[in-house]
């Protein structure tokens, strides 16, 4: 049973629009998530966390908004750059748990120039 | 060192075989994770160490699987009579765990594994 899911495996976007990346998760014991960037043949990178005690955080052109009673979270790109295009992976950890990351599925960000 | 550290970056290994891949951490982070990501998927857990000791071992997909860390440092992932559904990206992600507080965990590139 997945705990953290991601439901679009791909996104295209036009250079300069906003990018919405969903994620959804089920375990009410997860109190952080994370967003976490990944390009081909190199290990994801940090990107954004939000606590769940935060709504919204952000970061420059990045946005990270927790919605707690729909177990929803998305990542914001606006202006969305060609460097972007990367595979976007969703995280959640539970502090009492170790912090232990439990990944969604990724989504494929494909910024057209 | 200054970020984390697999080796090899890369291993051919013949099916049957065993074959061991290395993480070193991040100085001082005394949480170590391993994930794989086999093609077209994303990333799935395999083990947790706090210190040298592995709470959580849930993830291994089954005995061939084992992991080890020594002096709360590196670890190694070791897998035994390899099968070709094993070839995936082996990543390694080591975080500076403090109680009841979150981190985010820092990966390391890699060893992408093949069984032939």
């Known amino acids: 049973d997945q705990q953290v899911k991601q439901n679009s495996p791909s996104l295209s976007v036009q250079e300069g629009r906003i990018s919405i990346l969903n994620c959804d998760y089920t375990?009410?014991?997860?109190?952080?998530f994370l967003w976490y960037k990944k390009y081909p043949a190199e290990g994801p990178t940090f990107l954004i966390s939000?606590?769940?005690?935060?709504d919204k955080n952000e970061d420059g052109r990045f946005t990270v908004f927790l919605n707690k009673s729909a177990k929803h979270l998305s990542l914001h790109i606006v202006p969305s750059q060609p460097g972007d295009s990367a595979v976007y992976f969703c995280a959640a950890s539970a502090s009492h748990a170790g912090n232990m990351l439990t990944f969604g599925g990724g989504t494929r960000l494909m910024v057209k120039p | 060192g200054a970020g984390v550290s697999q080796s090899p970056s890369n291993k051919v290994t013949e099916k049957g075989k065993d074959v061991e891949l290395r993480c070193d951490p991040i100085s001082g982070h005394t949480a170590l994770y391993w994930y794989r990501q086999s093609l077209g998927q994303g990333l799935e857990f395999l083990i947790y160490?706090?210190?040298?000791?592995?709470?959580?071992k849930s993830g291994l997909p089954s005995d061939r699987f084992s992991a080890e860390r020594t002096g709360g440092s590196v670890s190694t992932l070791t897998i035994q009579r390899t099968q070709q559904e094993d070839s995936a990206v082996y990543l390694c992600a080591s975080s500076l765990y403090q109680v009841l507080m979150n981190t985010e965990a820092f990966f390391g590139q890699g060893t992408r594994l093949t069984v032939v």
């Open positions: 939000i606590s769940s005690i935060k």
């Open positions: 375990n009410s014991m997860f109190d952080y």
């Open positions: 160490f706090q210190g040298n000791s592995a709470p959580d």
